[in-house]
């Protein structure tokens, strides 16, 4: 794979100032608003959990999420100006376009990741190196199927369908996902242990020793990651043999 | 038809009975009806024909961009997706802008970095004459240095083929000049070139030879000089109700006439010879007009073509 080429589409994903602020100062901005007020609360919600951690961590999954599912725009912009085309007459294969495309998503998924973590510790979060880095992992492999369906959607709608579709589903997810309040019990527990933004948020129970996502988690997330990539990889071909 | 290059050099493009057909919403479109082109390496040939004539959909399978329904593509003996894999072939689309987010120097450094053995990204820049706007956001060009930029995006692979689908279209005559200034410099150094086009002077001025096509099929193909003659440059038109047209046809200048009701229509070659020679002998021509000729009508004159699709050929395979 071409270091250039994923340097220079990391530069461009840079420079798109609503991409920046969209992925990186809305969750950083919302994480101080939100978790701020409620520095001193150890037990947020019945969780056990602090409230600076529990934010850290959903704000996390939610900036995270929002990278990843991001990729769909750049695609949809790129297929817009006829640019997929001219990447297909080059010697840039399916896999290495693809795969240019994945690491980008987690790169920045990576960066506002830290940037929601350096928040934590500003607001009195400290987990022990073991801890920082189970729940990094559990995060990383929980967007699996957020860059799937990134890839998925940039390949299926065009740029002005796909602004509403990436906002809503981002949303959705979040708010069944617990980024904004736990999710403990009634329905929305119910619907939310099947949806995999609720897994990322739960890569937070990490820190108080308890299992992070146990064999449901694993088996929801492997079944969502299966499902995407099947769907972003059909969308990728019929779109590519289409003239 | 005669050939202007000698048989000794290897083929560079060989099109074997391509077709295809699109689906649209007002029922099948036989884009591409059956054509055979080849092209010798280090060969500049120009794609002549009107809009519809099926040469971006021809370039989309010579480049592997769409599977044709039948026949085969190959490029220097190869696959088209072979010799895309080996950074061989460089194109220049027809529709397409740029990405945004970058200066062009970048985005031209970044395309050099998928190929195994691409030009100087400088050199590329000075070839295309985009030089001056290399530091330059791609988002803040004119329509003539994108299409620049388009075409160092295409120059920068060094590729052995280069494929320009209708490179001219948003350019202005300096602009022109200076793309087949570049062009030249290119082809000069060996290389292979097919360009789309539907301006007969561009065939004449800059290719070695030209492919008519028409409807889906080619017409003619041969050295420029003998298209040209061929399609005529300039139009007459009159109301000449009862001349015979066999007599019109033979007129100095005229290649071929035609009635439309009480008008005739004559393509020349030379439209001051031809009219003056059409009003020695029929002073009685009213209404005249000449123009210069489209592309479409030359073709659809060329080739007898009324305008309509003839429904007999809808089961034809590849069709000589």
Redesign the interface.
């Known amino acids: 794979m071409s270091i250039a080429y994923i340097r220079f589409e990391l530069l461009r994903t840079f420079r798109n100032g609503r991409f920046f602020i969209f992925s990186f100062i809305f969750p950083l901005i919302l994480y101080f608003i939100i978790a701020g007020p409620n520095k001193n609360d150890h037990d947020f919600g019945g969780t056990g959990i602090s409230a600076p951690l529990y934010y850290m961590i959903g704000l996390a999954a939610f900036g995270a999420m929002m990278t990843t599912i991001a990729t769909g725009a750049r695609i949809a912009g790129e297929r817009q100006v006829g640019w997929n085309r001219q990447l297909r007459i080059t010697p840039l294969s399916a896999r290495n376009y693809l795969g240019a495309k994945v690491v980008t998503a987690y790169m920045m998924a990576i960066l506002s990741i830290l940037i929601l973590y350096i928040s934590g510790t500003i607001l009195g979060v400290r987990l022990s190196a073991e801890h920082w880095l189970e729940m990094t992992g559990l995060i990383l492999v929980g967007l699996v199927p957020f860059a799937a369906f990134g890839i998925f959607v940039g390949h299926m709608l065009t740029v002005d369908s796909i602004g509403p579709v990436m906002g809503g589903t981002a949303s959705l997810l979040a708010l069944v996902g617990g980024t904004w309040f736990p999710i403990t019990s009634g329905v929305l527990f119910d619907i939310a242990r099947f949806v995999p933004s609720y897994w990322l948020v739960q890569a937070s129970h990490v820190s108080i020793g308890g299992h992070g996502w146990g064999a449901r988690g694993w088996i929801t997330m492997a079944a969502w990651a299966v499902a995407m990539c099947f769907l972003a990889a059909r969308a990728y071909r019929r779109d590519t043999k289409r003239v | 038809m005669s050939r202007l290059v000698e048989g000794s050099r290897p083929t560079g493009v060989e099109l074997r009975g391509l077709v295809k057909s699109?689906r649209s919403p007002a029922g099948p479109v036989r884009a591409v009806r059956g054509i055979d082109v080849t092209i010798k390496a280090g060969e500049t040939v120009a794609l002549l024909g009107p809009n519809g004539a099926g040469k971006s959909?021809t370039i989309?399978m010579l480049?592997?961009?769409?599977?044709p329904d039948a026949g085969t593509v190959t490029i220097f003996g190869r696959s088209p997706s072979d010799a895309?894999?080996?950074?061989a072939?460089?194109?220049m689309?027809q529709?397409?802008?740029?990405?945004?987010?970058?200066t062009v120097r970048?985005?031209v450094?970044?395309?050099a970095?998928?190929?195994?053995s691409p030009m100087d990204v400088e050199e590329t820049l000075v070839l295309a004459g985009i030089e001056d706007v290399a530091d330059q956001r791609t988002n803040k060009l004119s329509g003539g240095e994108t299409q620049r930029v388009r075409a160092a995006?295409a120059l920068v692979?060094d590729p052995e083929l280069l494929v320009l689908d209708e490179p001219t279209v948003a350019m202005d005559v300096e602009g022109r000049l200076a793309f087949w200034t570049t062009m030249r410099t290119f082809a000069a150094r060996g290389k292979t070139i097919l360009f789309a086009t539907h301006y007969l002077d561009e065939a004449d001025a800059y290719a070695d030879r030209a492919v008519l096509m028409a409807r889906g099929r080619v017409v003619a193909d041969g050295p420029t000089t003998e298209i040209k003659a061929m399609v005529g440059s300039r139009t007459i038109r009159a109301t000449l109700p009862d001349a015979d047209l066999t007599a019109l046809g033979q007129l100095p200048g005229v290649v071929t006439s035609d009635r439309h009701g009480d008008a005739v229509i004559l393509s020349c070659t030379d439209s001051d010879v031809a009219i003056r020679a059409l009003l020695e002998q029929y002073a009685d021509a009213r209404d005249i007009e000449i123009s210069g000729a489209g592309l479409e009508q030359a073709f659809l004159q060329l080739t007898g073509d009324d305008g309509f699709v003839d429904e007999d050929e809808t089961a034809e395979g590849a069709v000589r």
């Open positions: 699109f959909t989309d480049l592997g961009l769409a599977a895309i894999a080996t950074g072939v460089g194109a689309l529709t397409g802008a740029l990405i945004r987010d970058l970048e985005l450094t970044m395309m970095s998928l190929y195994p995006v692979s």
